[in-house]
């Protein structure tokens, strides 16, 4: 029997495991002659999933010839679990589904074996809006897990929703009771994620239009993930007309990643700051990352990024405002 890998990315998400999940029950059923081998970093998360299978370990997998490999819900070279395992497999022979933008080194696939739509609010929304368009019977605890992969990756509907977000999220066979249950079982926090929510602080600086949040605590990548879309974190660090631009500094060990989001009215290019710090996303709401280095550069850096973009629309709105010292103005 040929055997099929299933990746998605390090420190996996609602979205990640759902959609992985739902393809793996999708490729058993459509092609009972693969076996579906998940290659994908444990999570307690599955515990708020239905019908979620064993992972086994990178060393399992290792000794595992496969002969395909799909990835879910990532496209990025170096976020993906397992990726010495994954560039075994032809290239012919991998597949992509995804809705983000490559914004760093990409995944080798061949662009016919690539199904991304960026406009989508999750993975597990592509996956749901296939199966409608083909009129294929989707059981209550796929929907389940699709739901769940959409609510996780829009905070409950609060950012990324399109008009096909809502048209794909109704078809799907669930009662409203049900839905209500999906999203209890989302935004249950564990112990460890309660702790780290009270340890995030704000950092005390005197620039205008921006807030600056850290959570310096040790934590697994797994934990701090679904922790920073839930909604009592998206309140806490969320920006305000005072202050339109935020940013959240997670350190762990001497590697930081760091979330930037804004108002729709704001005109800062965020996703510019995000570029610069090794990063990418949305317009309003984009990521970046820092690798060996200190909190003080990490903060540094930002603030720089920041006063420049600032710095930009100064300009644009006042040219004058931007003479040197010592210019002459000939006019």
């Known amino acids: 029997m040929k055997k099929i890998g299933l990746f998605t990315h390090k420190g996996c998400d609602l979205d990640a495991l759902c959609s992985t999940e739902s393809m793996a029950k999708l490729i058993e059923e459509d092609y009972p002659n693969l076996e579906v081998i998940p290659i994908i970093e444990d999570s307690y998360l599955k515990e708020k999933m239905k019908d979620t299978r064993e992972f086994i370990s990178l060393e399992e997998a290792e000794k595992i010839e496969l002969d395909y490999a799909l990835v879910c819900d990532v496209n990025e070279y170096d976020r993906v679990y397992g990726i010495k395992i994954l560039e075994k497999v032809p290239v012919e022979k991998r597949y992509l589904i995804d809705h983000h933008d490559g914004n760093r080194v990409e995944l080798e696939i061949p662009e016919k074996n690539r199904l991304i739509d960026v406009k989508a ?7 749901a809006e296939r199966l409608i368009e083909k009129e294929k019977t989707i059981s209550k605890n796929m929907a389940y897990n699709l739901y769940l992969g959409i609510v996780s990756d829009t905070s409950i509907f609060n950012h990324g929703v399109t008009e096909k977000t809502k048209e794909i999220v109704e078809k799907l066979p669930l009662t409203e009771e049900e839905k209500q249950e ?10 460890k994620q309660k702790y780290l929510l009270g340890k995030i602080t704000k950092e005390e600086l005197a620039i205008e239009g921006i807030s600056i949040y850290k959570l310096l605590e040790r934590a697994e ?9 839930h909604n009592k974190f998206q309140e806490k660090i969320a920006p305000t007309e005072e202050n339109p631009v935020s940013c959240f500094i997670i350190g762990i060990g001497n590697n930081y990643f760091i979330k930037l989001k804004k108002l729709p009215d704001c005109d800062i290019d965020i996703l510019e700051i995000a570029t610069k710090c090794h990063g990418g996303g949305h317009e309003t709401r984009c990521a970046g990352r820092f690798y ?8 540094a850096t930002i603030i720089t990024e920041y ?10 709105s006042n040219p004058q405002k931007k003479k040197q010292v010592g210019e002459v103005n000939l006019e």
Do not use: F
């Open 292 to 299: 060996n280095d200190t909190y003080e550069n990490v903060l």
């Open 221 to 229: 990548e797994g934990d701090i993930t679904p922790l920073v879309k």
């Open 121 to 127: 609010s999750a993975t597990c929304q592509i996956i």
């Open 182 to 191: 999906v999203i209890k079982k989302m935004t249950e926090l564990t112990e």
């Open 307 to 316: 006063e420049q973009e600032k710095g930009k629309l100064e300009q644009v």
